[in-house]
T-cell receptor
Framework: NAGVTQTPKFRVLKTGQSMTLLCAQDMNHEYMYWYRQDPGMGLRLIHYSVGEGTTAKGEVPDGYNVSRLKKQNFLLGLESAAPSQTSVYFC?????????????FGPGTRLTVT | AQSVSQHNHHVILSEAASLELGCNYSYGGTVNLFWYVQYPGQHLQLLLKYFSGDPLVKGIKGFEAEFIKSKFSFNLRKPSVQWSDTAEYFCAVPYNQGGKLIFGQGTELSVKP
């Protein structure tokens, strides 16, 4: 099993550009999450999904959109990138109730917005 | 509202020294607590978890943590650290439902050989 994979690994954007980050998991997990990690701030939840076709906002959703059209994929979109969105983005997934907090993380995407 | 704080931002130890990383939480419901670790260049992974029962929980690689309800703490400990323990450690607590976690700011541990 590959676990949780993310593409791309690195990206540089100019202010105002858009992009989509792809997360894929092969563990048949119901729940998926997108976090951003900034120095001294830990991980903050952007959006999450509790199943195919469902999404919900986390702590810091502004400027991002997500979609979960297939159970194994969770896409994070930046509509109009801003320098404040420079960060490392992590995707995670977890099984159903009882183990939903045992999250499996991807390797991260380092995004720089200039 | 739930919150979690880690007061040690960067800890530097020599090999064989003992480790204790602090984690304090504020949580109104059933207490579940977690420690995650991120080794250099690797994925974040679950180190140990507390759901109920024995307040002293053991995780992978010789780590343990003690839940002290009266102090709202869940400190991570290891009797003797190794160079390979160099990593960033995150304490986390659930909020609401759906598997959502709030993470602490993280503690970077550097172990000198």
């Amino acid at each position: 099993n590959a676990g949780v994979t993310q593409t791309p690994k690195f990206r540089v954007l100019k202010t105002g550009q858009s992009m989509t980050l792809l997360c894929a998991q092969d563990m048949n997990h119901e729940y998926m999450y997108w976090y951003r990690q900034d120095p001294g701030m830990g991980l903050r939840l952007i959006h999450y999904s509790v199943g195919e076709g469902t999404t919900a906002k986390g702590e810091v959703p502004d400027g991002y959109n997500v979609s979960r059209l297939k159970k194994q994929n969770f896409l994070l979109g930046l509509e109009s990138a801003a320098p404040s969105q420079t960060s490392v983005y992590f995707c995670a997934s977890s099984p159903l109730r009882g183990r939903e907090y045992e999250q499996y993380f991807g390797p991260g995407t380092r995004l720089t917005v200039t | 509202a739930q919150s979690v704080s880690q007061h040690n931002h960067h800890v530097i130890l020599s090999e064989a020294a003992s480790l204790e990383l602090g984690c304090n939480y504020s949580y109104g419901g059933t207490v579940n607590l977690f420690w995650y670790v991120q080794y250099p260049g690797q994925h974040l992974q679950l180190l140990l978890k507390y759901f109920s029962g024995d307040p002293l929980v053991k995780g992978i690689k010789g780590f343990e943590a003690e839940f002290i309800k009266s102090k709202f703490s869940f400190n991570l400990r290891k009797p003797s650290v190794q160079w390979s323990d160099t990593a960033e450690y995150f304490c986390a607590v659930p909020y609401n439902q759906g598997g959502k976690l709030i993470f602490g700011q993280g503690t970077e541990l550097s172990v000198k050989p």
